[in-house]
Every structure is written in structure tokens, then in C-alpha cells.
């Protein structure tokens, strides 16, 4: 999924970025000064993302700010329902059971 991947991502881009604030600057036995920037910056981006995820975020569908008034009615209409009910116009049916042959060819 979507989520899943951007947990990958984030490791495969922090530990380059974390290698090049721990290479910037080196001390006169080549040690290096700046690895605590590893911390403070993946810390600001950790404090960024928490407040974009609190002025974004929301518990229940009527609280998010930015929801259309026909998208609310689409989802309370069909929250809890089956995949074997008539939404709107469209009627989903489940299969009865996985085409396994399908899948195998």
C-alpha cells in the first residue's frame, strides 16, 4: 500500500541524507561534528509532520474541514453496508469464491 511504501522511502532517503549531515564538517582527528544534526533535523521534520497531521487529521468524516457535503452523505449512507449491496446505481456482487486458476496462469 501507499502507507507501507512511504515507510520504505523514508529509510531508503534518511540514511543518505543521514551520512551527508554526519559528513559536512570533521574535526582535526576526522571525527565528525555534526552527527547530532541527524537528530535535530529528522526531529524538526518529526515536530512538521505532527502539526500538519493535527491541522489536517480528523476523527470522524463530519469533522474534516474541506469534505463536501455530498462526499459526507456518500460515506455515512455507506458505512457498515456489505459489498453484496446496491450503492447508488452500481451493484457490486461478491464472487463466490477466488478464481485460484486465474491467478496461477
Excluded: C
Aim: glycine share 10%; net charge negative; aromatic share 14%.
Amino acid at each position: 500500500s501507499v502507507a507501507n511504501a512511504g515507510a520504505y522511502m523514508g529509510t531508503a532517503v534518511a540514511f543518505p541524507v543521514s551520512g551527508v549531515l554526519i559528513d559536512m564538517h570533521k574535526d582535526d582527528d576526522n571525527v565528525s561534528t555534526t552527527w547530532p544534526w541527524v537528530f535535530y533535523v529528522f526531529g524538526a521534520i518529526g515536530v512538521a509532520w505532527f502539526i500538519l497531521w493535527m491541522w489536517l487529521a480528523a476523527s470522524t468524516p463530519g469533522q474534516m474541514k474541506g469534505i463536501t457535503d455530498g462526499e459526507l452523505e456518500y460515506i455515512t449512507q455507506t458505512t457498515g453496508r456489505d459489498a453484496d449491496v446496491t450503492v447508488g446505481t452500481e451493484n457490486v456482487k461478491r464472487s463466490p469464491s477466488p478464481p485460484w486458476r486465474g491467478f496461477l496462469t
